[in-house]
């Protein structure tokens, strides 16, 4: 080819190169420009409707109040319409709210340091989530504004407080398509009839959403009573409107567990709106089935129901696709991170799921807890919740992803829905006390008064007085130290890590983060030593197997 016509097709190819970047560049700066998270008008609305009145422990505003409890959760009774509310827990919870988004933001931070990346994050944020009010109910975005307008601008660099209150609600959704560790790995059960201590409905949960402890530091039971729906309880945090645990007045309780998916590529209804959406309307198990079947959401959940006017609990299985209801022949229902009903069965994402993660393990070890413990009654479902052994009770390590309790749980929770009662954890993790709640007296109880009822909590997990409980914190603590020496490339004292393979020698994840160490500093037959260590332990997941052996190998 003559050489001008070369220089020639290559300045052409150029041009086109160029005209494509433009187009994107376009393309893109109007998707950006073009954004609406549908912010509700509150111009004719009296932000300031009552006095906010504060004390050591307990805050008003109108007929809304917040107390923190002597268990140490946070409690907060929310009336009136969606503004209404928004802007009451906005009032009550600003110095929570704040709390709960700078240690979320700093979670962030640590993965991100830099902040101009940061604001390429809001850019994509804003791509991504650029029709979400779209799919989030007004009633919901109007609570997020009213809540928002207490939040601070601090973090203004992210988007406005309302923006990130409403992607906020889609963090849950995220974070488990993001992780293929399983950020969310929920493990959850219902027990009736024969099952049950008194034949009536026992749900049982652990809510394993784990960004960090600090995040799960001041967990807040909410009580609605909306203008319109049923009045209910929900588990979580400030800032959190949707539902992640609940019951209604009707004996309608909602638990979430996270499902393989694919990562999300445009804006939905996040689960957690869909959940509120089910508690605040639905008073039977078809009805939730008929408002999660009319919703398109993120990513891939299971959704365990509870119905007291139903007798029994059933499974909404749900993916972007279509949306599942699964039954059980007998008078017991296991729900984990994996779907169960044959409109899944050739599901590849969830064949996938179940082969490689540790949700059929903790599936099959609820299967044995709930058989030895049967019949069921609160305090041993608090027991089955509180399990750190594998299998047939063989030691698998303290915070082994195969463990029903993990160590990590943000709440957990033991719903009676016949009787309106329930339970939830204090800290640390599930093995505080239980706190028990009566939601049929919540709304008619003085602001003063104790909302919980004393007598009927469940006490606190003994395993707090022993050794292996301060060999746990050790290693958590430890986790972390060598992971910075290994980040700064600084030695570590041979003693400390030492400390660190006593603490939780049976976990492999000892083991293989003892590698790392050496490895790091060039002690490769240590760290082989310690990488086929890990091999022989039992292992949460395949890839984290596969993530060993090619170490080994590429090491040896």
Same mark, same amino acid.
């Given at each position: 080819?003559?050489?001008?016509?070369?220089?020639?097709?290559?300045?052409?190819?150029?041009?086109?190169?160029?005209?494509?970047?433009?187009?994107?560049?376009?393309?893109?700066?109007?998707?950006?420009?073009?954004?609406?998270?549908?912010?509700?008008?509150?111009?004719?609305?009296?932000?300031?409707?009552?006095?906010?009145?504060?004390?050591?422990?307990?805050?008003?505003?109108?007929?809304?109040?917040?107390?923190?409890?002597?268990?140490?959760?946070?409690?907060?009774?929310?009336?009136?319409?969606?503004?209404?509310?928004?802007?009451?827990?906005?009032?009550?919870?600003?110095?929570?709210?704040?709390y709960q988004e700078k240690v979320f933001v700093d979670q962030i931070k640590e993965i991100i340091?830099?902040?101009?990346?940061?604001?390429?994050?809001?850019?994509?944020?804003?791509?991504?989530?650029?029709?979400?009010?779209?799919?989030?109910?007004?009633?919901?975005?109007?609570?997020?504004?009213?809540?928002?307008?207490?939040?601070?601008?601090?973090?203004?660099?992210?988007?406005?407080?309302?923006?990130?209150?409403?992607?906020?609600?889609?963090?849950?959704?995220?974070?488990?398509?993001?992780?293929?560790?399983?950020?969310?790995?929920?493990?959850?059960?219902?027990?009736?009839?024969?099952?049950?201590?008194?034949?009536?409905?026992?749900?049982?949960?652990?809510?394993?959403?784990?960004?960090?402890?600090?995040?799960?530091?001041?967990?807040?039971?909410?009580?609605?009573?909306?203008?319109?729906?049923?009045?209910?309880?929900?588990?979580?945090?400030?800032?959190?409107?949707?539902?992640?645990?609940?019951?209604?007045?009707?004996?309608?309780?909602?638990?979430?567990?996270?499902?393989?998916?694919?990562?999300?590529?445009?804006?939905?209804?996040?689960?957690?709106?869909?959940?509120?959406?089910?508690?605040?309307?639905?008073?039977?198990?078809?009805?939730?089935?008929?408002?999660?079947?009319?919703?398109?959401?993120?990513?891939?959940?299971?959704?365990?129901?509870?119905?007291?006017?139903?007798?029994?609990?059933?499974?909404?299985?749900?993916?972007?696709?279509?949306?599942?209801?699964?039954?059980?022949?007998?008078?017991?229902?296991?729900?984990?991170?994996?779907?169960?009903?044959?409109?899944?069965?050739?599901?590849?994402?969830?064949?996938?799921?179940?082969?490689?993660?540790?949700?059929?393990?903790?599936?099959?070890?609820?299967?044995?807890?709930?058989?030895?413990?049967?019949?069921?009654?609160?305090?041993?479902?608090?027991?089955?919740?509180?399990?750190?052994?594998?299998?047939?009770?063989?030691?698998?390590?303290?915070?082994?992803?195969?463990?029903?309790?993990?160590?990590?749980?943000?709440?957990?929770?033991?719903?009676?829905?016949?009787?309106?009662?329930?339970?939830?954890?204090?800290?640390?993790?599930?093995?505080?006390?239980?706190?028990?709640? $009566? %939601?049929?007296?919540?709304?008619? !109880?003085?602001? @003063?008064?104790?909302?919980? #009822?004393? +007598? &009927?909590?469940?006490?606190?997990?003994?395993?707090?007085?022993?050794?292996?409980?301060? $060999? %746990?914190?050790?290693?958590?603590? !430890?986790?972390? @130290?060598?992971?910075?020496? #290994?980040? +700064? &490339?600084?030695?570590?004292?041979?003693?400390?890590?030492?400390?660190?393979?006593?603490?939780?020698?049976?976990?492999?994840?000892?083991?293989?983060?003892?590698?790392?160490?050496?490895?790091?500093?060039?002690?490769?037959?240590?760290?082989?030593?310690?990488?086929?260590?890990?091999?022989?332990?039992?292992?949460?997941?395949?890839?984290?197997?596969?993530?060993?052996?090619?170490?080994?190998?590429?090491?040896?």
């Amino acid at each position: 080819m003559h050489k001008k016509t070369i220089i020639k097709a290559i300045k052409y190819t150029g041009l086109c190169l160029a005209g494509v970047v433009l187009l994107l560049f376009l393309y893109l700066t109007g998707l950006y420009f073009s954004a609406d998270m549908k912010q509700p008008d509150f111009s004719d609305i009296n932000q300031n409707a009552y006095s906010l009145v504060k004390s050591d422990s307990l805050r008003t505003y109108g007929p809304n109040f917040l107390k923190k409890s002597k268990s140490g959760l946070w409690e907060i009774v929310l009336r009136g319409s969606a503004p209404e509310r928004g802007i009451a827990f906005g009032k009550l919870s600003e110095d929570l709210l704040y709390y709960q988004e700078k240690v979320f933001v700093d979670q962030i931070k640590e993965i991100i340091p830099s902040e101009s990346y940061l604001k390429f994050l809001r850019v994509m944020l804003i791509l991504f989530n650029r029709n979400m009010g779209e799919y989030v109910p007004l009633e919901n975005r109007e609570e997020i504004y009213g809540i928002s307008l207490s939040c601070t601008h601090e973090y203004d660099a992210i988007g406005t407080p309302y923006e990130r209150q409403l992607n906020y609600h889609g963090a849950h959704d995220i974070g488990h398509a993001m992780q293929s560790y399983m950020l969310v790995g929920c493990s959850s059960f219902g027990v009736w009839g024969d099952e049950s201590a008194d034949s009536t409905l026992l749900i049982g949960r652990n809510f394993d959403f784990y960004m960090g402890d600090d995040f799960a530091r001041h967990k807040l039971v909410s009580f609605y009573e909306p203008d319109s729906g049923y009045r209910f309880a929900s588990i979580g945090w400030a800032g959190m409107t949707g539902v992640l645990s609940g019951m209604n007045e009707a004996g309608l309780t909602v638990t979430i567990n996270a499902a393989q998916s694919t990562m999300p590529v445009s804006a939905a209804t996040p689960i957690s709106i869909l959940c509120r959406q089910i508690l605040q309307y639905a008073s039977t198990i078809e009805e939730a089935y008929q408002i999660a079947n009319a919703h398109k959401t993120f990513v891939s959940e299971s959704i365990l129901i509870g119905s007291a006017k139903d007798g029994k609990a059933a499974i909404i299985e749900k993916s972007p696709a279509k949306t599942a209801l699964f039954e059980t022949d007998n008078n017991r229902i296991i729900c984990t991170n994996h779907y169960q009903s044959p409109a899944f069965a050739d599901d590849k994402y969830n064949q996938e799921n179940v082969a490689t993660s540790d949700s059929p393990y903790r599936f099959e070890r609820l299967t044995e807890l709930l058989t030895e413990n049967k019949p069921i009654d609160a305090p041993k479902a608090v027991n089955i919740l509180r399990n750190y052994q594998g299998k047939a009770g063989k030691s698998i390590g303290l915070a082994n992803e195969k463990s029903i309790n993990q160590f990590i749980a943000h709440h957990s929770v033991i719903f009676k829905p016949e009787e309106r009662k329930f339970w939830v954890s204090t800290s640390p993790w599930q093995l505080g006390k239980y706190v028990a709640y $009566d %939601l049929n007296d919540i709304f008619n !109880l003085d602001p @003063e008064a104790e909302l919980s #009822i004393e +007598t &009927e909590a469940i006490p606190s997990d003994p395993f707090l007085q022993t050794q292996a409980y301060q $060999d %746990l914190l050790t290693y958590k603590e !430890l986790i972390k @130290e060598i992971r910075r020496h #290994i980040k +700064t &490339e600084e030695p570590l004292d041979e003693k400390t890590l030492l400390r660190f393979q006593n603490a939780n020698p049976d976990n492999f994840f000892t083991w293989e983060l003892s590698g790392d160490y050496y490895a790091a500093f060039g002690k490769m037959q240590d760290a082989l030593s310690c990488w086929k260590e890990a091999l022989t332990k039992e292992i949460a997941r395949v890839p984290e197997r596969q993530r060993i052996e090619k170490k080994i190998r590429t090491k040896e």
